[in-house]
Every structure is written in structure tokens, then in C-alpha cells.
T-cell receptor, first 114, second 111 residues
Framework: NAGVTQTPKFRVLKTGQSMTLLCAQD?????MYWYRQDPGMGLRLIHY???????AKGEVPDGYNVSRLKKQNFLLGLESAAPSQTSVYFC?????????????FGPGTRLTVL | GQQVMQIPQYQHVQEGEDFTTYCNSS?????IQWYKQRPGGHPVFLIQ?????EVKKQKRLTFQFGEAKKNSSLHITATQTTDVGTYFC???????????FGKGTSLLVTP
């Protein structure tokens, strides 16, 4: 099993460009999450999904959109990238509610917005 | 937002010394999870504590959950260079579906 995979691993964007980050998991998990990690800030939740076809806002959702069309995939979109979105993005999944079950994290996507 | 505070932010020890990181909350926690992130890596789950006063051990790592369920600690005995990384505590968010992570304690171990 690959666990949680993320593509791409690295990306450089110019301000105003758009992109989609893909997260895939092969553990049949219901719950999936997108976090961003900035130096000294820990992990902050952007959006999450409690099942196929559902999404919800996390702590820092502005500037991002998500979709969960298939259970195994969770996409994070940036419609118009800004330098403030330079960060490392982690996807995670869990069997059920993360508050009671461990989260499995992907390897991360390092995004730079110029 | 983040409901748990972690101290210290950084810790530098000599190999063989002990290390402790603390996670504190102003409110009662339903449970607490701990994760480790190696430099350049991703967070990896270590343990979950649920019961008041709970103590769990994993080899040289000892995890405690306070009696009032408002604080937790991770203690590493006789650190090794493989312990280098950032240790995060995480608590159940208000929604119950996600986690709020602390800002982490970065541990550096020099041989």
C-alpha cells in the first residue's frame, strides 16, 4: 500500500497563477484533510472532508477551494496564487474522525509563489 | 484555532540527556495525540491519550495526560540522534472531525 501520496512534490508559481494539488489515499479512509505548514506556525487546517462529496472549511480556508469527487482523492485548488500562500502543504487521511483516530500524512508539496 | 500551547519551542541537548516537552490547554481536553516530524519529512503519529492521568510508554518515550486533562507531556530518556525532529501535540477540534495542532517543539540532539 502506498498510503497517502501527493503530487506534485514541488511547484513554483507566479502571483495570479492557478494550480491544483492532488492527494490520493489507498486505505479506504473516509476523512481527508489539507494542512499548510509555515515556520513557527505548526500545522493549520485549510479544509477537510468527512466523506465522498462533502467538504468543510478549516482554520485558514481563504484563497483555497477543495473537491472530493472520489473517496480516495482530495484536491486542493488555488485559483489566484499569492505570495502569502508560499508554504508546505500536507494532505492527511483518517479512518474516522481525526479527533479519535490517528491521521496518516502524505509527504507534502512545497509551493513557492513569486 | 490552536487551543494547545507547547513549550519549549526549541530544545538542544547532548546525546544521552533527557528531554521533555509540554502541551498545555486552558480548557479540558477530550484526548490528546502526539506526532513526530523529522526534518524534511511529514508528521507521523506516535500515540493517543484519552484517560485522566494516563501514562503510556514506547521504549524511551513516556507520554502523560494530566489528571485534569488540561496538559500532557512527552519525555524522552537518554536521547539519541535519531530523536531529532519536531514533536507536536494535537487536540480534538470543536467540530470533532479534525485536530488542532500545537506549534511544536523542535529537538536538536548533538553527539
Amino acid at each position: 500500500n502506498a498510503g497517502v501520496t501527493q503530487t506534485p512534490k514541488f511547484r513554483v508559481l507566479k502571483t495570479g497563477q492557478s494550480m491544483t494539488l492532488l492527494c490520493a489515499q489507498d486505505m479506504n479512509h473516509e476523512y481527508m484533510y489539507w494542512y499548510r505548514q509555515d515556520p513557527g506556525m505548526g500545522l493549520r487546517l485549510i479544509h477537510y472532508s468527512v466523506g465522498e462529496g462533502t467538504t468543510a472549511k478549516g482554520e485558514v480556508p481563504d484563497g483555497y477551494n477543495v473537491s472530493r469527487l472520489k473517496k480516495q482523492n482530495f484536491l486542493l485548488g488555488l485559483e489566484s496564487a499569492a505570495p502569502s500562500q508560499t508554504s508546505v502543504y500536507f494532505c492527511a487521511s483518517s479512518f474516522s474522525a481525526a479527533g479519535y483516530n490517528e491521521q496518516f500524512f502524505g509527504p507534502g508539496t512545497r509551493l513557492t509563489v513569486l | 484555532g490552536q487551543q494547545v500551547m507547547q513549550i519549549p519551542q526549541y530544545q538542544h541537548v547532548q546525546e544521552g540527556e533527557d528531554f521533555t516537552t509540554y502541551c498545555n490547554s486552558s480548557t479540558t481536553l477530550s484526548n490528546i495525540q502526539w506526532y513526530k516530524q523529522r526534518p524534511g519529512g511529514h508528521p507521523v503519529f506516535l500515540i493517543q491519550l484519552v484517560k485522566s492521568g494516563e501514562v503510556k510508554k514506547q521504549k524511551r518515550l513516556t507520554f502523560q495526560f494530566g489528571e485534569a486533562k488540561k496538559n500532557s507531556s512527552l519525555h524522552i530518556t537518554a536521547t539519541q540522534t535519531t530523536d531529532v525532529g519536531t514533536y507536536f501535540c494535537a487536540e480534538n477540534s470543536n467540530s470533532g472531525y479534525a485536530l488542532n495542532f500545537g506549534k511544536g517543539t523542535s529537538l536538536l540532539v548533538t553527539p
